[in-house]
Every structure is written in structure tokens, then in C-alpha cells.
């Protein structure tokens, strides 16, 4: 297909259409992001088309009522990653449902992919982290940012991330809570990242942070995105918890909590039926993983049909129905990754800092 100009005249097999301009770009709107990317090479209108703000924009709100889930795979030895749409019947690597990403932007020997994880996602990107290096990367069009390191980062320990928008000042934001290494006291930091204003700024009263909560496990906790809002999961110290394991996601459309129970073989899945408030919690399922070789299942996202998709564990995808049944499970041994992450597909740009240009 060749657009002959500007005006809407499309040449298909030496037949001329001609289209009207809003019809074009009506249709461009609800195509996938794969093609539109594509098709920035038809023409140098289409391009100037496709990489406008405002069609970013409203591809992404029209994405957003029916949005593509995909599920990314970091490898742990090399600058590939996998995309598997979940939406797709077939969860297998080798589907016509799986591509290949590359990660050469980091430019990174092939020792330190075994460090890098991914620790948010918002709007189409993920945020990187890798040896107290933070990038910004949008998988569906290649735009990467490098985050600078906090002033403080050579002498904490990030326990807490945070990744989320501001469309208010059209910003994204970065958060990290972290304690300081060697001291007695364990002195406490919270401080965010400004995109725009490429800065990070220290909340200086962190009482809060310090008022008998605690968070369980060694590894930093990813905070879950919902109604533009960073959640996390903290315990109170007068509590008795005892070692499970857990995690914040989205259940259709609300807050949840799941919750794994070695003793019965079964993960439970709890959500927030009406937004803050605390009464509100109720279990909505109970899925069993006995079936699975593993005995694990640790849920990601729920599909547009009501299954739901997640890991089992160790290197491979689960789904169940929205019954709790499983439906499905698949073995990634010949694909080890160290990382995966749920994003959405989108057109969307970094915010330009002052005069520096994001690469892409």
C-alpha cells in the first residue's frame, strides 16, 4: 500500500481511493501499535502523523477502554528479551504471539543482565533498574531515557520502587524508599524523580516511615499503579505475619491482594471492592495450584476474557479461567529470564528535558 500524497489518494494494485484525511487517521487510531510503527515508512505525512503527540495520545485513550497486555521476558545473558501478547490464545514463546525486543540501548556486558530487573510500569514503559542504574523504555517504539543517579544512591539500599504519571504536569515520576547501609539507627529516605524537571527531591518528613511499619523480604518491592496512585503492601510491627508470599495487582479493574498458602495448595486472591476503603476487602477467588509441577502460582494480570495469566515460579507461564480452573501450563526451560513485567502497548514519548532529545 503507497499513500501518493498528502490528501487521502491510497495506490492499491494500481487502483486509486481516495480517502478522506479524518478517515485515515480514524482508522490509523485503532490499528495495533506494531503496524502503525510500520507504517511511519509509507509516506512523510503518515510519519509526521503517527509521530504527533496528540496522536499518541489518542491512540493510547482509545487503547485504554479494550488494552493489549504483553508480557516481557528479560534473558539473563544477553541483549534479547521476549513479548508475549496475553491476549493471545497461545502462551508459548514460539506462538506467532511472541517476538523478539532488543535491549542494546544499555549497552551492557553480558555478565550484568543477570542483575537487571524491571521495577515499574506505566502508559507503554518500564522502568529498568540495573546495578543502581535506572532507565525509562518504551518496548513498542524503542524511546529509552536514562534516569541520574540520587544524590545519595552510592550509600542506600532501595527496599521500595515506585513508577507512575502525573496528568496534571503531563510528568512522569520515579519513587524510591530506601535505608541507609551501616547505621544503627536505619535511617530512612523517600525521594522521587521528576522526568520534566529531571531532579530527584527528598520528602523530608518521613515520620510516617518510621511509625512501626515494615516491609517483608529482601528484595525491593514494586509498587502496583491504580487510579493514578502508587500502592505498596506494609506490615505494622505489632502484628504477627509470618513469611508468605504476596502482591498488589490489578484484578478487573480494582485494587487486589494475592496471597500463596503452601499449607493447602492454594493462592488466594483478595480485592478492594470500593477504592479506600478498608471495610472493603473481600476474597473474590481461591485458585489451586496443585496441578502445577511447581507448586507455585504467582498471578500478573487478568485477560479481557476473565482468565487469569501468571508465573509458576521457576521459568513458565500459568493460565487459569475465571473460575479458578487451569487451562493452561507452559515450560520456558530453553528461555531463562531473570525478570518479566505486564505492560501495555503505546506510541507514547518521554517528556524532552530541556533541550536534550530522548533517543529512540
Known amino acids: 500500500?503507497?499513500?501518493?500524497?498528502?490528501?487521502?489518494?491510497?495506490?492499491?494494485?494500481?487502483?486509486?481511493l481516495n480517502l478522506p484525511e479524518e478517515l485515515i487517521i480514524q482508522i490509523l487510531l485503532r490499528l495495533?501499535?506494531?503496524s502503525i510503527v510500520r507504517f511511519k515508512c509509507v509516506c512523510k505525512s503518515?510519519?509526521?502523523?503517527?509521530?504527533?503527540t496528540h496522536f499518541a495520545e489518542s491512540n493510547f485513550k482509545l487503547a485504554a477502554t479494550t488494552p493489549t497486555h504483553k508480557l516481557l521476558f528479560i534473558a539473563n545473558s544477553a541483549p534479547e528479551t521476549r513479548s508475549v501478547d496475553l491476549d493471545h490464545d497461545a502462551l508459548s514463546l514460539n506462538s506467532s504471539a511472541s517476538t523478539t525486543v532488543k535491549l542494546n540501548f544499555l549497552q551492557l556486558p553480558p555478565s550484568s543482565y543477570s542483575s537487571l530487573g524491571i521495577v515499574g510500569s506505566c502508559r507503554g514503559f518500564l522502568l529498568l533498574n540495573c546495578n543502581a542504574n535506572i532507565f525509562l523504555w518504551n518496548p513498542s517504539t524503542g524511546v529509552h531515557n536514562q534516569i541520574p543517579c540520587s544524590p545519595i544512591a552510592s550509600n542506600v539500599h532501595a527496599y521500595l520502587y515506585g513508577f507512575g504519571y502525573d496528568p496534571s504536569q503531563d510528568d512522569y515520576l520515579v519513587v524510591l524508599a530506601s535505608y541507609e547501609r551501616n547505621t544503627a539507627d536505619l535511617l530512612k529516605h523517600?525521594?522521587?524523580?521528576?522526568?520534566?524537571?529531571?531532579?530527584?527531591?527528598?520528602?523530608?518528613?518521613?515520620?510516617?516511615?518510621?511509625?512501626?511499619?515494615?516491609?517483608?523480604?529482601?528484595?525491593?518491592?514494586?509498587?502496583?499503579?491504580l487510579n493514578n496512585a502508587i500502592h505498596w503492601v506494609a506490615f505494622h510491627h505489632d502484628t504477627v505475619h509470618e513469611s508468605i508470599d504476596y502482591e498488589l495487582w490489578e484484578f478487573r479493574g480494582l485494587l487486589s491482594l494475592w496471597v500463596h498458602h503452601e499449607e493447602d495448595d492454594t493462592v488466594n486472591i483478595w480485592v478492594m471492592e470500593r477504592y479506600k476503603v478498608q471495610s472493603s476487602w473481600v476474597i473474590t477467588l481461591v485458585v489451586s495450584f496443585s496441578e502445577i509441577p511447581t507448586q507455585y502460582f504467582s498471578p500478573i494480570c487478568s485477560r479481557k476474557n476473565g482468565d487469569i495469566v501468571g508465573?509458576?515460579?521457576?521459568?513458565?507461564?500459568?493460565?487459569?479461567?475465571?473460575?479458578?480452573q487451569l487451562l493452561e501450563h507452559h515450560s520456558y526451560d530453553e528461555y531463562p529470564y531473570v525478570s518479566l513485567a505486564m505492560y501495555t502497548e503505546s506510541l507514547l514519548s518521554l517528556p524532552v528535558v530541556g533541550d536534550r532529545e530522548l533517543a529512540s
Open 46 to 52: 503518515w510519519l509526521s502523523l503517527i509521530s504527533d
Open 311 to 324: 508465573t509458576d515460579g521457576d521459568k513458565g507461564l500459568v493460565k487459569y479461567n475465571d473460575k479458578g
Open 32 to 34: 495495533p501499535v506494531k
Open 190 to 225: 523517600l525521594e522521587f524523580f521528576s522526568l520534566r524537571a529531571n531532579v530527584w527531591k527528598e520528602i523530608e518528613d518521613t515520620h510516617y516511615m518510621n511509625a512501626g511499619f515494615y516491609w517483608n523480604g529482601c528484595d525491593p518491592r514494586v509498587g502496583s499503579l
Open 1 to 16: 500500500m503507497r499513500n501518493s500524497s498528502s490528501n487521502g489518494l491510497v495506490n492499491m494494485n494500481k487502483r486509486t
